[in-house]
T-cell receptor, first 114, second 108 residues
């Protein structure tokens, strides 16, 4: 158990809908990261937050947005869902914002768009 | 961005065998991690190893940063070692870039 929690574990929804994925980092960690794992794209970095502020951005679609709240939990919002958004979404956390910080991954949320 | 290549893509072993997984990368690294993704999808941290050698039980890893490669050794493999092994690293930017992984199958 990495100490990173994600809810829900599974989510099934329809095209065009909007969903919110939630992540709580390990105790004491200030950075949160979101990743997407799909069959065709592999594991891809989406976005990083550090202490409430966006720190780095990867291949995140405009239909997706994220934020980190004052209690350090983070949410990833996915809107206007398409079939291709079906994937495993991971949250990770690290102690600080540095590139050298170890990232610990949560169990993931499996999103299925029908 | 940094390129990450893992080999072999697939590996089938009998229980008790040893194996070496390789990760080649295209640039200097600030962060290199090895993960095991089990059949349930969970990503488990194995090593944080941007340079040097580390050991944890039957697993060990070595990164030679100057030659841009890292190796993961699995000794006396068990069926529970099955899954996908990923190498992931951060170069000059802040993005953890994953390789495509090595799918390991350990048969009893």
């Amino acid at each position: 158990d990495s100490g990173v929690t994600q809810t829900p574990k599974h989510l099934i929804t329809a095209t065009g809908q909007r969903v919110t994925l939630r992540c709580s980092p390990r105790s004491g960690d200030l950075s949160v990261y979101w990743y997407q794992q799909s069959l065709d794209q592999g594991l891809q970095f989406l976005i990083q937050y550090y202490n409430g502020e966006e720190r780095a951005k990867g291949n995140i679609l405009e239909r997706f947005s994220a934020q980190q709240f004052p209690d350090l939990h983070s949410e990833l919002n996915l809107s206007s869902l398409e079939l291709g958004d079906s994937a495993l979404y991971f949250c990770a956390s690290s102690a600080g914002p540095r590139r050298t910080d170890t990232q610990y991954f949560g169990p993931g949320t499996r999103l299925t768009v029908l | 961005g940094i390129q990450v290549e893992q080999s072999p893509p697939d590996l089938i072993l009998q229980e008790g065998a040893n194996s070496t997984l390789r990760c080649n990368f295209s640039d200097s690294v600030n962060n290199l991690q090895w993960f095991h993704q089990n059949p349930w999808g969970q990503l488990i941290n194995l090593f944080y190893i941007p340079s040097g050698t580390k050991q944890n039980g039957r697993l060990s890893a070595t990164t030679v940063a100057t030659e841009r490669y890292s190796l993961l050794y699995i000794s006396s493999s068990q069926t529970t070692d099955s899954g996908v092994y990923f190498c992931a690293l951060i170069g000059s930017n802040y993005k953890l870039t994953f390789g495509k992984g090595t799918l390991l199958t350990v048969n009893p």
